[in-house]
């Protein structure tokens, strides 16, 4: 039997260096929040044969001066393929700034045949209000989420059920946050998305086990409350690693075609939420136990 209140130091240690490497690449990299979230234009090309996402970027920004992000999209239905260019800042595109780009673009890509096909701009106030409901339905969320199982395991103490499993989520959101930044994705819809469905995934295995130590309870009431623990978290440890292990590889397998595609709206989403199904596993085995252990401890030793 694995012995997880006993070796908490070292998972505590590895949450706490992966938050600084976190934190380090915050400062180094900075958040770059999309255009989702901050306002500028959206500007789509029909185009023929191949265009490098990657080149077509760095003509814009060289162009216009302004953070871009750059789509491949192929209708497999139709055969068409258009290239979207996301170009964050407060305006659209005046004219004379369109006929630059169209200009840069047609020269950089002389066979792709490009052509002008739709047009938007994305207001800052939007994005600012649809971010602001983003972070609200997290935190809404969040809350609720711990008020059931506050009220759902009175018997094996509620308030640090609820209390231990709202910091393994922050957990969680922090690792998908962090995820964004290490690997200077733009902050978009796609992590609003991942972060609200780790949030359930994670809970979701934290209950499996906060019910198995209550169906334990009972057996182990003359014995030390870390065994009550550990052995229920060894009881559901296969399900929580077959459970993470299929939905964990076919995640993988949206990435690899995703990568093979170059469709980078999928990736932005497929590897942050594989990230989190990892630590949504990690944390609630190797981290939410143990601290439930510790608060356990801390409240007896307070009564004595």
Same mark, same amino acid.
């Given at each position: 039997?694995?012995?997880?209140?006993?070796?908490?130091?070292?998972?505590?240690?590895?949450?706490?260096?992966?938050?600084?490497?976190?934190?380090?690449?915050?400062? $180094?990299?900075?958040?770059?929040?999309?255009?989702?979230?901050?306002?500028?234009?959206?500007?789509?090309?029909?185009?023929?044969?191949?265009?490098?996402?990657?080149? &077509?970027?760095?003509?814009?920004?060289?162009?216009?001066?302004?953070?871009?992000?750059?789509?491949?999209?192929?209708?497999? &239905?139709?055969?068409?393929?258009?290239?979207?260019?996301?170009?964050?800042?407060?305006?659209?595109?005046?004219?004379?700034?369109?006929?630059?780009?169209?200009?840069?673009?047609?020269?950089?890509? @002389?066979?792709?045949?490009?052509?002008? &096909?739709?047009?938007?701009?994305?207001? *800052?106030?939007?994005?600012?209000?649809?971010? !602001?409901?983003?972070?609200?339905?997290?935190?809404?969320?969040?809350?609720?989420?711990?008020?059931?199982?506050?009220? %759902?395991?009175?018997?094996?103490?509620? !308030?640090?059920?609820? $209390?231990?499993?709202? #910091?393994?989520?922050?957990?969680?959101?922090?690792?998908?946050?962090?995820?964004?930044?290490?690997?200077?994705?733009?902050?978009?819809?796609?992590?609003?998305?991942?972060?609200?469905?780790?949030?359930?995934?994670? #809970?979701?295995?934290?209950?499996?086990?906060?019910?198995?130590?209550?169906?334990?309870? *009972?057996?182990?009431?003359? %014995? @030390?409350?870390?065994?009550?623990?550990?052995?229920?978290?060894?009881?559901?440890?296969?399900?929580?690693?077959?459970?993470?292990? &299929?939905?964990?590889?076919?995640?993988?397998?949206?990435?690899?075609?995703?990568?093979?595609?170059?469709?980078?709206?999928?990736?932005?989403?497929?590897? *942050?939420?594989?990230?989190?199904? #990892?630590?949504?596993?990690?944390?609630?085995?190797?981290?939410?136990?143990?601290?439930?252990?510790?608060?356990?401890?801390?409240?007896?030793?307070?009564?004595?």
């Amino acid at each position: 039997m694995i012995k997880f209140y006993k070796n908490r130091k070292i998972y505590f240690t590895i949450s706490l260096v992966i938050m600084i490497v976190g934190i380090v690449a915050l400062f $180094v990299n900075g958040i770059e929040l999309s255009i989702q979230f901050k306002g500028g234009a959206i500007i789509k090309y029909s185009y023929v044969g191949e265009i490098d996402a990657g080149r &077509a970027a760095e003509k814009v920004s060289e162009v216009l001066n302004r953070t871009t992000e750059v789509h491949l999209t192929d209708d497999m &239905a139709t055969g068409s393929k258009k290239i979207e260019l996301n170009l964050s800042g407060n305006s659209g595109l005046e004219a004379s700034e369109q006929e630059k780009l169209d200009e840069a673009l047609k020269k950089e890509f @002389p066979e792709a045949q490009l052509e002008l &096909a739709e047009s938007n701009v994305v207001e *800052p106030f939007i994005g600012k209000r649809t971010l !602001m409901n983003g972070i609200t339905a997290i935190v809404l969320t969040s809350l609720f989420i711990i008020l059931y199982v506050r009220f %759902r395991f009175k018997k094996i103490s509620g !308030m640090s059920a609820g $209390v231990i499993g709202l #910091i393994a989520l922050f957990h969680d959101v922090m690792v998908v946050f962090f995820t964004f930044i290490v690997l200077k994705m733009p902050i978009n819809d796609s992590f609003i998305a991942v972060t609200l469905t780790i949030i359930g995934y994670s #809970i979701n295995d934290t209950i499996v086990i906060y019910d198995r130590i209550r169906e334990n309870q *009972p057996y182990f009431q003359k %014995r @030390p409350f870390e065994e009550l623990v550990d052995t229920s978290i060894n009881q559901t440890l296969s399900r929580s690693i077959n459970t993470s292990v &299929a939905t964990g590889v076919s995640i993988l397998i949206v990435c690899i075609l995703a990568y093979i595609y170059n469709i980078d709206s999928i990736m932005t989403f497929a590897v *942050p939420m594989l990230v989190g199904i #990892i630590s949504g596993c990690y944390s609630t085995v190797c981290l939410a136990g143990p601290m439930m252990v510790m608060w356990h401890n801390r409240k007896q030793t307070s009564e004595l």
